[in-house]
């Protein structure tokens, strides 16, 4: 039930009824815009990371998680994740860096280089439609993906 | 006599977020429990107004853990309003393809990932060494069967409808579109497999009782009510079939209720300290007439179930735990008993060529409201819709499972909390016990969102007029501050 390998598995994650949380699925649609078919590039888009996505990291070259955070002192972040020493687990909320743990755990090798990209929200309550912050922040966040996307890209040629 | 209030937050390893709260009077004893739950305001008002064939994609949105039972609920409450009385065969089966996918995909991750631990390594063993990883440690086999359900169920829920969220599979009147024999042939491949891990998992249920059968038998033990589905022949019933009520003794209250007549059957009761409410069986009022849902109460109430293994393992289930069973910690047995039956129904249903009919959709004269009803993992699920002259809709009830079991979480952890409670000192241990017994039912607090940093959690103690006596936040980094 392995998936077939890709250069880049990117997990967009979110709920587009909950407010900013919707930035995850804004993100896959703009990436689905962006990218064609053959770019070896593998798009999920999920409500939240679970554990069988290790199967969507298998044999991939490198993977890229993309959430809404709350943090107003930070509007977009990208960061290096590696695999966590302590697992958090419930079936709502499975950090990445507890998918990674539990990647190397199950499969018994090194997960591929991974990348954490969030973009802050404000409102997370069940209604439609960005806030004004989490739209700015959108935008910057997908100049950010091609940017990074075009580094991992020459990085593996 | 004056009460304390000992507040726990959150509680880790639940669907989303919850805080308890213990109330203990002068002596020590606790006289009450609530597991608050602040998630599930505004579903209905989310829905009011839309248009009405939008409901069965809208509402998948409600809930992050089970889309595909709201999808499917709504789906029936829909076929009502466009005067649909019976699918195509061919529907109804895609229909039921998806559900069992759903539920199967739902006990394993529940099973496999958050109640394995704790049956595992035992309830008293410190939080550290009660996690998954544990599991994949020193039972790796194990934690890769619960994976590879989980996926399978999965993937059989994105052949149906295209995309692993948000996708388009029940439509008014029927089904979008079939499968393929290209789709159908990997599950046929895998679904053997599937099954032997299932039946594995109930032998492993029933042996991890049986290690250590008094504490399971006895711990947060409550008796009540219960409801749910069953079919004519008063079968195991998962997707459609009428209501079945049952005392505490195993008595049928109510038989074949037909389930666009729950208004008749259960009323809600609110209480100003939760945003949820607290359903009871009208015939036996507030006070008696709380009751349970979910897999314990499935497999207590129905006469047998239509596959055989899933039906080998009921029976010994009833023949060692009683009939009715009561015990919480029981459902974790009864959850693995329904995933074989959505195993074996699954492996069933592939071999059906209907799956690949365009025969999937049938028309009927509109209605102005419809209710649906199904049997989602957690429990029964109700959807309730009604329309106006230009098809929006202007009443929603939904009654989703975790509502039904509320009273019940809180009488289990009054019970648990009396049982492990010394005097107004919350200790680690309790705090796991707590855990283990809302665990138990598989609670969805339905927050629905995960975004970094959104959940931090909380310890507090209060006194009953609020004054705040002690407060500890656990950070979603690990770290704890007071």
Known sequence: MATSPADIAIFCFGNAARGDDALGEHMHAFLQSQLPDSHGIRLICDFQLEPEHIFDLQGARAGIFIDAHEDADSDVQWTEVKAGTTLTISSHHLPAESLLYLYEETFGEPAPPCYLLTAAGENFELEEGLSATAQRNLRVAQELILEKLAQLELAGN | ?482
């Open chain 2, 1 to 482: 006599m004056s009460e304390t209030r000992v507040v726990i937050d959150p509680v880790s390893r639940v669907e989303g977020h919850g805080k308890v709260t213990l109330l203990v009077n002068d002596a020590g004893i606790v006289t009450q429990a609530r597991l608050h739950i602040v998630e599930f305001r505004g579903f209905e008002k989310f829905i009011q107004g839309r248009p009405y064939w939008e409901l069965p994609m809208v509402v998948q949105r409600l809930c992050g853990i089970c889309p595909v039972s709201h999808h499917l609920v709504a789906a029936k409450a829909i076929d009502q309003i466009v005067g649909v009385t019976a699918l195509s065969a061919p529907a109804l089966k895609l229909r039921r393809l998806m559900h069992f996918a759903q539920v199967l995909q739902s006990h394993a991750l529940h099973f496999f990932h958050l109640a394995s631990p704790d049956l595992l390594f035992g309830f008293q063993s410190p939080v550290e060494q009660r996690n998954i990883v544990a599991v994949i440690k020193q039972q790796p086999q194990i934690a890769i069967k619960g994976v590879k359900i989980r996926k399978f169920g999965q993937q059989i829920l994105e052949a149906i409808s295209g995309k692993r969220i948000h996708g388009m599979a029940a439509i008014p009147g029927g089904m979008n579109a079939p499968l393929t024999p290209e789709k159908i042939q990997p599950f046929k491949q895998d679904v053997q497999q599937i099954i032997d891990w299932c039946e594995e998992t109930v032998k492993l249920s029933r042996q991890l009782t049986d290690q250590n059968r008094d504490f399971h038998l006895q711990f947060g033990l409550i008796e009540s009510p219960f409801m749910g589905l069953v079919g004519k022949n008063g079968e195991l019933e998962l997707y459609d079939g009428n209501l079945r009520v049952i005392d505490a003794r195993g008595n049928i209250l109510q038989d074949q209720f037909p389930c666009d007549q729950y208004p008749q059957l259960i009323q809600e009761q609110v209480k100003s300290w939760s945003y949820m409410k607290f359903p009871f069986l009208t015939q036996l009022g507030s006070e008696q007439g709380w009751y349970r849902v979910g897999p314990l109460a499935r497999i207590n109430l129905c006469d047998f179930i239509p596959t055989p293994r899933a039906e080998q393992a009921r029976q010994q289930f009833r023949q060692y735990a009683g009939a009715p069973a009561h015990s919480p910690l029981l459902f974790h047995w009864a959850r693995m008993i329904e995933a074989l039956h959505c195993a074996e129904a699954i492996a069933d249903l592939l071999a059906d060529p209907d799956l690949l009919s365009t025969d999937l959709q049938r028309s009927g004269i509109k209605q102005k409201e419809g209710i649906g009803v199904i049997e989602a993992p957690r429990g029964t699920l109700f959807h309730h819709y009604q329309i106006d002259a230009e098809d929006r809709v202007t009443m929603a009830n939904l009654i989703v499972s975790t509502t039904s079991n509320n009273q019940a979480m809180n009488d289990t952890i009054r019970k648990v909390a009396q049982q492990h409670l010394d005097g107004q000192t919350l200790t680690p241990e309790l705090l796991n016990l707590v855990e283990v017994a809302i665990r138990a039912y598989d609670p969805c607090l339905s927050c629905a969102t995960h975004a970094v940093g959104k959940m931090p959690l909380q310890l507090l103690l209060q006194t009953e007029s609020g004054n705040s006596l002690d407060q500890l936040t656990r950070h979603t980094d690990g770290h704890i501050s007071r």
